[in-house]
Structures are given as C-alpha cells and as structure tokens.
C-alpha cells in the first residue's frame, strides 16, 4: 500500500525535490500539447500554497548529449503565463548556497543532459538530494524506468520525508480499479507498433476482460500466427508463436479476441495512396495502417454495450491526419458511451486531444509504458522506495 505524504508535511522555508514528468511534444521551439504540465499542476499548487519552495527536476526527449534543443529552458515561459514564479538552475550544486524563496520554483537542466541519470549513480543521488529537505515523485511516466533521480534519490531523504504526488496517487487509484474490480462488461481496445510491450498486459487482461479487440498493428502479428496474408503489413515473426498462446489462452477462457473487417492500407509504402480494403483480402503490396469504417461500427457497436473501456491504440500518423480518423472515431464513441472510459499512451493520448468530445473521457493517463506495466502487474521499481514496509 502506498500512501502520498506530503499533505502532512510542514514546508515554510524548505526546498520540496519534485520529480516530474515534462516530457511534452515540442514542435519548431514550441509545445504543442501542455497535458503534461497541466497535470502537475495540483502537486506543485499545493506545496505553494503552503509556502514551499520547489526545485522541479524533468527530463525531456531522449538527449545524446547537452542538446539546447532539449533544454528545460523552453518550460519557463508555459509556466510564467501560468502565474509561477520560476528561475531556470543550470548548476544545481549552487542551490544550497542560495536563500530558500517561499513559493518560488527552480527548475533545473534536463536530467538527461547528465549521463549518470540513466548509469543510476549514487553520488549523482547524493549531489541532488543536498538541494532539498523533502523529495516527492510525480512522474507517473518514468516510474518503470531506472533513472537515478527515480530509483536511487528517493532513499536518500527518510521515509517520513519522501512521498508521491497527486497525480501519481491518482493515476494507481484510477488503475488499480480497472486491474482489481472493473465493473463488467469490461472490453480492452489494444493496438500499436510495439507488440512486445502489450503481450503482457493481453496476457493479464484475458482473465478481466469480457472481449478483446486486437487492432493495428499489433493485429498482423497475430493475424499471420493464423496463416492469413496481411500483405506487407507490420509483423513481429518472433512473436509469433506467443502470439499463438494468447490466442488459445483466450480461447480456452472463452474470450473473443475481435479483429478487425476492414482496413485503412496504404500502397507500397506507408506514404502510398490510401484505401480501404476487405480484412480478408489485404493486396500483397498493402500496408495496413488503420481500420475501416465497418470495423468502426462494429467496435462503437461494442463499445454501447460496455461498463468499462480501456484503450491503448494509437492508429495512423500526425503527418497524415486522415489516417488517423478512425481512431479518433473510436474515442468519440467512448466519451459518448456512459461507461468508465481510460485511455492510455503518448500517442492514444494525442489522438484523444483531437477528438470531439475528449473531456469526456475519464480518465487519459500521463504515462503509456508505466500503467501498461502497472496494469500487467509488472514492478514499477519508481515505486518501491514508497511500499509501506
């Protein structure tokens, strides 16, 4: 059991280390989706509003080397025009010298700008734990990740003095509902490129779920475990035999697992023309990229009839907005259905944003990876320094 603290804390004159996950998208210098930083908000509120001051620490991108286009820097001005007094901190070690500000942030350089994040070394922990009195994490985002500022900085403050943040408390509410007690009938709607980061979760959700409903691409794979042609569609071939299992697994528990009629494919690459074509005769030279409107109908059809929905499925590309029409359909029938909606994933995320009636949606989570591993029962080694011994 995991219990946020932080509400009992007294923080006048002290520093509050708030790991946050500020991995927005950034498109020419600009962020084009703030949903992120919108949801750190109540933690960081909360500790100003009891006069705290807060040294906020983010990574942002996946950073080679110091890149200034993955500074932190391009934070600040979301954050003024939000009300916060906020300081960018290139050398963190000089915090200690300085006179703590109630209600003022330091927002510090991308963690990712400094190798010993990711090696996971403890003198790094050592060095950013001296710029606080307290350490909170809110990056539900990273908490299956073993960055140092999540794993091995948290040990470095006493127990009474280390705590997760709103959203984090949050988001397990919402999740461990949907792993423990969904109320039924309860459908998963899974698609994607990366197969091998959902066959756990298939795996667990078979004995949840009333139905599965396989999407692209993670369909192909299975599609070809049963010899159907899927043209030059996405396949995975070492998973196919795992592929296989899930399907008799499902099968055995008397589980539809439902793909798709039709497809949205492109020809010959995915840049090529677009059609629509019958889920039994993908051309040899067709790549599927979405569904068609008849899978469409027959999913929304589905969705009527369920008490939970969970979604991880990201069709299309931003580049070609009209292939990703169906998705935001299907996200569209959700926030219009009176079941209990939760979505999941950067991209399914993104795609929600672009739907009509997205504030409908229950629940959007800040964090694809984690709450798929989270919801497949998976340890969350960001969590393990708040386990309740």
């Known amino acids: ?10 923080m006048l004159n002290k520093r509050i280390f708030v ?19 919108q949801s750190i908000m109540p933690t960081l509120d909360f500790i100003i509003e009891h006069k705290g001051s807060i040294v906020l620490a983010t990574h942002l991108g996946r950073p080679k080397n110091k890149n200034p286009e993955f500074s ?54 050592k060095q950013l734990a001296h710029t606080a009195q307290y350490y909170v994490n ?21 127990e009474n003095k280390r705590s997760i943040g709103f959203l984090i408390e949050k988001e397990l509410s919402v999740l461990a ?57 996405l396949v995975d071939t070492t998973m196919i035999p795992t592929c296989k299992e899930i399907m008799l697994q499902a099968e055995n528990s008397n589980i ?3 793909f798709p009629v039709d497809y949205q494919v492109a ?33 929304t059809e589905i969705i009527n009839h369920a008490k939970t929905i969970f979604l991880n499925c990201a069709m299309g590309f931003s580049e070609r907005p009209e292939t990703q029409e169906s998705t935001i359909a299907i996200i569209n029938a959700m926030a219009q259905s009176s079941a209990i909606t939760i979505i999941a994933g950067g991209d399914s ?15 959007l989570s800040t964090g694809g990876g984690a709450a798929l591993a989270y919801l497949s029962d998976t340890v969350l080694p960001g969590l393990n320094p708040f386990e309740e011994k």
């Not at 942030?105 to 994040?117: A, K, Q, V």
């Not at 091995?152 to 006493?158: C, G, R």
């Not at 995320?349 to 629940?363: M, P």
Request: hydrophobic share 40%; glycine share 6%.
């Open 138 to 158: 809110d990056a539900f985002g990273v908490l299956h990740e073993y960055d140092c500022s999540v794993t091995l900085l948290p040990y470095e403050f006493p």
């Open 72 to 125: 932190t820097k391009i934070l600040i001005p979301w954050f003024e025009k939000h009300g916060y007094t906020i300081r960018f901190i290139e050398d963190f070690t000089k915090i200690t010298s300085e006179k703590i500000v109630p209600k003022e942030i330091l927002l510090l350089e991308n963690l990712r700008f400094f190798p010993e994040e990711k090696n996971g070394d403890p003198l790094f922990a």
């Open 267 to 299: 020809y010959n690459s995915i840049d090529g023309p677009l059609d629509i074509v019958d889920g039994q005769k993908i051309p040899d030279n067709a790549i599927g990229i979405s569904v068609g409107p008849k899978t469409v109908a027959n999913i």
């Open 349 to 363: 995320v993104d795609s929600a944003f672009h739907a009509k009636y997205y504030s409908q949606i229950d629940h």
């Open 1 to 10: 059991m995991i219990h946020q603290k932080l509400s009992s804390w007294h």
């Open 177 to 233: 509902q949907l792993k423990e007690h969904p109320q039924q009938p309860f459908i998963a709607i899974l698609g994607g490129e990366k197969i091998k980061d959902k066959i756990p979760l298939m795996k667990h959700l078979l004995s949840k779920v009333e139905s599965l409903i396989i999407c692209p691409a993670l369909c192909f794979s299975f599609l070809a475990a049963r010899k159907q042609t899927v043209g030059k569609s």
């Open 256 to 258: 539809p697992c439902i």
């Open 19 to 37: 790991r946050a996950d500020l991995n927005v998208p950034i498109s020419q210098g600009n962020i084009t989706n703030d949903f992120r930083l």
